[in-house]
């Protein structure tokens, strides 16, 4: 058989996400998932008029997108998803904290999306700000089914009003992808479709037009990215990195093997509108292989990662080691620097050239818990990190704790708020708990379990 050309690959996982997604509307309890969503948009369809109201911060949530208000000192909170061991929860409520103030305000804008999770959000400083959601997917509280989103959205951050934007051509249904703002466009890779029984995983490209709101599919020539969702992107001079991500493959009917993918490539702008791929070869020192984990772009070209998860897989268990630590990737030279936190009074700014030695009694061991899934957001200088999951033996633990640190000190991480106590809140699976199960607390990036799928 001869060898498929790269658009004839997009098209074929295009037509089995089609497939899929038909599978998933017949599959049992599919229309009661969508008669959810429907009573959703109903309920949702009653709020006619903008209001905001003084609030605590969001309950726990994973998969969530925080985004920095492109023209105020402000975060913006939409969406994301609950687990307390049996049920599943869904959220499409939108929070804003304002930095100076360290204040919570919960606003009910009309016409919202529909719950979701693992969806993207990014925003542009036009109109006032928009902020900018496609995609996602609603699980059913069962967590055996789920609904994956193609749309596009748009919140006008000083009108306050949602738009569902319909144009054609855009991305097929699924959730774990990954979305940056390049130059006038909105940029969309990868990603992941899963019903009950089967997925999916693409590795496509596709352009938003922030001007006259059209989809265009790339079709970059060269060996590109296998397909992959929970990836990180980084936009730079020559234009869009892909950095790791997750990926599953069928061991048999029974049994999945995940996989951490640690590669770099490079999708690159020509001129002509052409794209090509290239893979990055990287220097320095390279984290750990690792999904899960978060980036932000934190000083001229370089960007941040922080935490993650790595999986060791078999038939019978998957071991996990869950991380805190963070590690920075200059995007025009690849070479990877660890960051380390200093005590107060010895400011360090971000490497030049090497990290250099340090010694054990200066660095800073305040740290946000190992973790994966968390939010990255990077406002004037100062990154602040969100949430994220962590597995206590067979919990699985979702944190709503906020975290911040001077990218021009980086002297230490400040604790904006506590994480809430959902221990109590976890179902035990009825089976009887193994002997010599883990009671201790957890440590600096000390192993842990990690969820069927990340995105």
């Not at 038909?22 to 959703?40: C, N, S, T, V």
């Not at 999904?291 to 038939?315: H, M, Q, T």
């Not at 005590?343 to 971000?350: F, M, P």
């Amino acid at each position: 058989m001869g060898k498929k050309n790269k658009k004839e690959k997009g098209k074929g996982a295009e037509k089995a996400a089609q497939k899929l997604a038909k599978k998933d509307r017949k599959a049992e309890g599919m229309e009661d998932l969508e008669a959810m969503i429907a009573q959703f948009k109903e309920e949702d369809k009653q709020r006619t008029t903008f209001t905001e109201e003084v609030s605590s911060h969001p309950t726990p949530r994973t998969n969530l997108s925080v985004t920095t208000h492109p023209d105020k000192d402000e975060l913006i909170f939409f969406g994301g998803e609950y687990f307390n061991g049996k049920k599943t929860t869904v959220f499409n409520d939108l929070f804003v904290y304002n930095i100076k103030k360290s204040k919570w305000m919960k606003q009910s804008v009309p016409n919202p999306p529909p719950p979701r999770c693992a969806h993207q959000a990014v925003a542009v400083a036009k109109e006032g700000g928009q902020l900018w959601v496609f995609g996602g997917e609603f699980a059913s509280p069962n967590n055996l089914q789920f609904y994956h989103y193609k749309d596009l959205w748009v919140l006008n951050l000083k009108e306050h009003k949602w738009d569902q934007i319909k144009a054609k051509g855009g991305p097929s249904q699924r959730s774990g992808h990954r979305m940056v703002v390049y130059k006038q466009n909105i940029f969309v890779f990868g990603g992941f479709h899963e019903s009950h029984k089967n997925f999916i995983y693409f590795n496509d490209c596709y352009l938003f037009s922030l001007s006259d709101y059209t989809w265009a599919k790339l079709s970059p020539t060269g060996s590109g990215p296998c397909p992959r969702s929970a990836c990180q992107l980084a936009v730079t001079q020559d234009g869009v990195l892909i950095i790791g991500g997750y990926s599953k493959v069928k061991v048999n009917k029974e049994v999945d093997k995940g996989t951490s993918h640690s590669d770099i490539f490079l999708l690159r702008e020509k001129p002509g509108n052409k794209w090509s791929w290239e893979k990055v070869k990287e220097t320095g020192n390279k984290p750990w292989p690792r999904s899960g984990f978060s980036v932000a772009p934190i000083s001229g070209n370089r960007v941040g990662f922080f935490g993650g998860v790595c999986d060791d897989e078999d038939e019978e268990e998957i071991k996990s080691l869950f991380f805190n630590s963070m590690h920075c990737l200059d995007t025009v030279s690849y070479r990877w620097f660890n960051v380390e936190f200093y005590k107060k009074g010895k400011e360090k700014k971000l490497p030049e050239d090497d990290v250099g030695d340090v010694k054990d009694d200066e660095v800073m061991k305040i740290l946000p818990c190992p973790r994966m899934n968390s939010s990255l957001a990077v406002k004037k200088h100062t990154m602040y990190l969100f949430g994220g999951v962590v597995e206590d033996g067979d919990k699985q633990v979702t944190l709503n704790d906020l975290w911040s640190i001077d990218l021009r000190k980086l002297n230490s991480w400040d604790q904006i708020l506590e994480a809430d106590d959902t221990g109590a809140d976890w179902f035990e699976e009825e089976e009887e708990e193994e002997e010599g199960s883990s009671e201790e607390e957890m440590e600096v990036d000390e192993p842990g379990c990690s969820g069927d799928h990340v995105k």
